[in-house]
């Protein structure tokens, strides 16, 4: 059984890109299409590391770091990010802080890379990303914290894996509530549709993927890896506290938690198959909408 | 007899929406508010206990302001026939701005106006402040409608703001309501019947806080409704754009109604051993209306809006007489409070529908385009003179007597201070309407204007009020000062 | 039940919420139709142990009409006034919404010190109430359209009559007849107001109705 939290974290690295899949799937079914395969993704990033990567002139070693550091950064949040019932690798009091700082930390070291090549777009396309992103820190970190103070715990793995259905019994208020809060934050962090268009070409209405337009080969890759992550991360969160399933057996628990999340990537590919993206100027109105949810939670919970 | 006085009116009002003849209607205005007058005078002579159980009966404080409404409203129903016919031949051009404008249908018109008459009757009738409330929420609503009789942008301006500022303040006493059963609640959490009835709650016990609470609620609620500053903002617009005669019912008897509210919710206090605060809030929102009052009185040129915020004063007025008496019973605070409140309404609505007669011969409001009454309207200008007078506080009217009372009770209850200061008031708002009403009545006649034939329906009226507040004034019969004294007393106080 | 009444709860929070952050003017009647509805609902759950058929008829009555009736007349006012949006509020949507929550923090705060006589029904209905009255008041002085305003003002009914559920259950039934049957008046006649106001203006924006004044320029 100890080796069960390093299964999942496994288990998290390797499905990451598929569950861009599933959400692909969706879309395309929407629309009436047959959509690329499941696995598309891992073609794509595999295609991309036998590359090689061309730098420009004006950028320096900031340029080059951002891909790795914003990696390594989600790669090590990922560690503390309980499936369910599944304790984390690694948890300890306050954890949240941490997630969230280095889920930061990987957007500043994207941002400085966009900054550095020095282009008008991907500054454009940073500074959107720091002010949307700056407002929904508060929101994810409100939202934990009203959770942490119903179940008195504040190790993401503390407060995510006692939840069980007798929880939304009981305190259903303050969980749907984080959980809308968290599902917006979702949205926003993972530059998905009402927020961001993944699929849009014009730059002019980037906010993610025009940060990255300079990035090419391997550094492209892990980008792309490093946002599938992100993406797993913050799904997990959420999946935990939408729909926590209770059995027993870790084995069920964790079919349990893989379905929510394929069961996710459904909801998110429904949810751009039937909404346009919100004008720039209304995303702070939702991401708003986000945080007074997360205030509410927490008001809830402080009764 | 209560349920009657509440029903006949409204009955009659559903019945002048649909009557198709003008004659039928204004039939049916005369006649209920008549019967209307009748039967109140009936009932100064069948009076009796209330039941303590009953929701609509009728005491001393309620005869007495249903007393007022009615008289007010058959005069001016009758003032309503001449003033109806002036309205049906003169052009409909505005006189300030110069466009031309409809007026409402005149069966809407009789219809709210008999409806408004019912609902100041339940008003007055009611026993139980949920009904109560509920009464003057009501009368909110079926005089907006008389607000905009002149369908122009500035009465529906102000009926607007009539609506929405009076429907918001009066939500609070609602809250004030319910925080009185809160307050009176039993160890049970079951409360008993809120019954406005004083001797009801003598010798219970309340919850301080939650009392107290439900004053202040009720005290901007209804306060909102009665004019006091500063929740004043609606009446000056209101009774500046409403036709004469429904000005005059406004100020002289939806005003006094709500009022009547504030008193019976007072008297319910001092009974549960708030007197004291509930006495002190009320002197002060009294002198502040006051103050308020005298600066815009100060720098007025519209002489309905004069009126208006004379009404402002004058509630003050009352509002300090009726904290006066709360803080020192037995000086006659209360009792001076009521007898000025029959006496502003009847000079009140004097001076509304003379001033709707000026306004037909002059076209204007503005006081400094109205020169020489005396010599194209005698009869309007000599009321209009005898009005200003009457309501500044001179002798011989009534007005005297009340302000009177009232600051003796002020002395009385060694608040001298706050009587110097309302006396100063008064002096400043003598000066300031003696030398606007001057001004309109005597010297020449404008250019143009020649000596008019005043309509006997919209004179007969505010003579007849006139006398009235003469009378009042020389000697205050029998029957009034017996039935303002049992007024006190059911009220709380001491005579 | 408990969690059932604290669900309605949080929904009538939600609701305001959303009439402070929502500019669009049908999406407002909507959500004030909607918070009648629940309000309802809650009534008839509050009474739990002692339902009466006056008491269901009642609950009925006043779901029918502030889902129903209120909206239908407001809606008519709308197509008369032909507004779809609340244009430039006096205070923005995103501040709006913040404040909002912040007064739902001062309602918890004010409701956990007042000395209830009996315990209200739920621990979250004092301060919800407040919460509801707060929100109509704000919406009345924020937005500038009359329709938004009547709906504010409707929601501080709501507010009121809420509270009066959570602590005065003894309020008499003719009485509580007669409250609604003063708002429905309230909102027909506000109703015709704002068909009067559309028609003289062409626009029913209350801030520009400022001809009365004391001292004319």
């Known amino acids: 059984m100890k080796a069960l939290p390093v ?156 939840l069980g259905p007798e929880a939304w019994r009981g305190a259903g208020p303050v ?27 014009l730059e002019l209405t980037m906010i993610h993927e025009v940060m990255v337009l300079d990035h090419g080969g391997p550094d492209f890759a892990a980008i792309q890896y490093g946002a599938a992550l992100k993406l797993w991360l913050l799904g997990s969160l959420l999946v935990g506290i939408a729909a926590p399933v209770h059995t027993g057996s870790a084995v069920i628990d964790g079919a349990a938690f893989l379905g929510g999340m394929c069961a996710l990537g459904v909801c998110v590919g429904a949810v751009e198959s039937s909404m346009a993206r919100l004008r720039l100027t209304r995303v702070p109105h939702l991401i708003a909408g986000a945080a007074a949810l997360a205030l509410l939670a927490a008001i809830m919970a402080l009764r | 007899m209560s349920a009657a006085l509440v029903i006949m009116p409204l009955a009659a009002g559903c019945a002048a929406f649909v009557a198709r003849w003008r004659w039928l209607r204004q039939a049916i205005l005369l006649a209920v508010t008549g019967a209307h007058a009748v039967l109140t005078a009936c009932c100064w002579f069948t009076r009796r206990e209330a039941a303590p159980g009953a929701w609509l009966a009728l005491d001393a404080p309620g005869l007495l302001f249903l007393s007022i409404t009615s008289l007010l409203a058959l005069l001016a129903a009758v003032y309503s026939i001449g003033y109806l016919r002036r309205e049906r031949e003169s052009g409909h051009e505005d006189f300030e701005e110069g466009f031309v404008f409809a007026n409402q249908p005149e069966a809407v018109f009789t219809g709210c106006l008999l409806v408004f008459l019912g609902t100041m009757s ?40 009539y609506l929405l500022i009076c429907s918001v303040g009066i939500a609070l006493a609602l809250l004030g309501t319910y925080f009185l059963s809160v307050a009176v609640a039993g160890p049970d959490g079951a409360a008993p019947q809120l019954s406005v009835a004083v001797g009801a709650w003598a010798g219970k016990s309340a919850q301080g806080a939650w009392l107290r609470a439900a004053f202040i609620c009720m005290l901007v609620g209804y306060g909102t409704k009665m004019g006091l500053a500063p929740m004043h903002t609606w009446l000056p617009d209101a009774h500046s ?157 009534g007005v005297f007597v009340g302000k009177f009372m009232i600051l003796k009770a002020a002395f009385d209850a060694r608040l001298g201070w706050c009587a110097a200061v309302a006396l100063g008031i008064m002096a400043v708002i003598f000066l300031c309407m003696t030398r606007a009403a001057a001004g309109m009545v005597f010297g020449d006649a404008p250019a143009g204007m020649a000596r008019e034939r005043e309509l006997r329906a919209t004179i007969v009226p505010p003579m007849a009020l006139c006398a009235l507040a003469l009378v009042l004034g020389v000697c205050v019969p029998g029957a009034l000062q017996q039935l303002i004294a049992a007024a006190v007393a059911a009220l709380g106080g001491r005579p | 039940m408990h969690s059932l009444m604290d669900t309605l ?70 197509r008369v006034a032909g507004v779809n949006r609340e244009i430039e509020p006096l205070v923005g949507y995103t501040v709006s919404v913040l404040a909002g929550v912040a007064a739902l923090g001062i309602a918890m705060r004010l409701s956990a010190r007042l000395p209830l006589p009996a315990p209200a029904p739920s621990a ?46 003894e309020e008499p039934f003719l009485v509580q007849l007669g409250v609604l049957l003063d708002l429905f008046v309230g909102v027909f006649v506000m109703g015709i107001a704002i068909f009067h106001i559309s028609r003289e203006f062409d626009h029913i924006d209350t801030d520009q109705l400022s001809a009365l004044k004391d001292t004319q320029s």
């Open chain 1, 7 to 162: 299964i999942h974290f496994v288990l998290g690295l390797l499905l990451a890109p598929f569950l861009f899949g599933v959400i692909n799937r969706t879309k395309a079914f929407f629309a009436g299409r047959r959509g690329q395969p499941l696995l598309q993704m891992y073609y794509d990033l595999w295609k991309l590391v036998r590359k090689g990567a061309v730098y420009s002139e004006t950028t320096t070693w900031v340029f080059r770091a951002g891909p790795v550091v914003s990696l390594a950064a989600v790669v090590l949040a990922l560690l503390f990010v309980p499936a369910g019932r599944l304790p984390a690798v690694a948890a300890f009091g306050g954890d949240i802080l941490l997630v969230a700082y280095l889920l930061a930390l990987a957007r500043f070291a994207t941002m400085s890379a966009a900054l550095d090549t020095g282009s008008s777009f991907e500054g454009m396309g940073a500074s959107r990303e720091a002010q949307f992103s700056a407002m929904a820190e508060p929101a994810l970190l409100i939202s934990l914290a009203a959770l942490g103070r119903h179940v008195h715990a504040w190790s993401l793995s503390g407060i995510i894996n006692p």
């Open chain 1, 175 to 201: 969980l749907a509530l984080a959980a809308g809060a968290m599902a917006i934050v979702f949205l926003v962090e993972n530059a998905r549709i009402p927020v961001d268009d993944p699929n849009t070409h």
């Open chain 2, 122 to 161: 339940l008003v007055c009738v009611s026993r139980h402040f949920g009904v109560l409330w509920v009464a003057i929420e009501a009368t909110t609503l079926a005089s907006a409608p008389l607000i905009h009789f002149h369908r122009h942008h500035r009465s529906l301006e102000a009926a607007w703001k």
């Open chain 2, 241 to 397: 754009e409403a036709p004469s005669l429904v000005s005059a019912l406004l100020s002289g008897a939806l005003l006094n109604c709500a009022f009547l509210a504030l008193l019976r919710m007072s008297g319910v206090c001092g009974a549960l051993g708030e007197g004291a605060f509930c006495g002190r809030l009320l002197a002060g929102f009294g002198l502040l209306s006051m103050g308020v009052a005298a600066v815009f009185i100060v720098a007025q040129r519209d002489f309905k809006r004069l009126l208006a915020y004379s009404s402002v004063e004058h509630m003050g007025i009352l509002a300090f007489g009726a904290g006066i008496g709360l803080l020192a019973a037995g000086t006659g605070g209360a009792g001076g409070a009521l007898l000025h409140a029959a006496n502003h309404s009847t000079v009140k609505a004097l001076l509304f529908l003379v001033a709707g007669n000026v306004i037909a011969a002059y076209k204007t409001k503005d006081i400094g385009s109205v020169r020489g009454m005396l010599r194209v309207q005698p009869a309007s200008g000599v009321l209009w003179l005898a009005g200003i007078i009457a309501i500044t506080g001179m002798p011989p009217f």
């Open chain 3, 9 to 78: 709860l949080v929904v009538v929070v939600l609701t305001n919420l959303w009439l402070l952050g929502s500019g669009r003017i049908g999406a407002s009647i909507n959500a004030a139709a909607a918070q009648g509805v629940v309000l309802g609902v809650l009534a008839v759950l509050i009474e739990e142990g002692r339902l009466g058929v006056p008491l269901v008829a009642f609950a009925v009555l006043s779901g029918v009409m502030k889902g129903v009736v209120f909206p239908w007349l407001l809606r008519r006012a709308q």
């Open chain 3, 124 to 169: 979250l209905m004092v301060p919800v109430a407040l919460f509801t009255l707060f929100s109509g008041l704000f919406l009345i002085v924020s937005r500038k359209k009359a329709i938004t305003q009547v709906t504010g003002y409707l929601v501080m009914e709501n507010g009121i009559y809420t509270l009066g559920m959570a602590i005065a259950r």
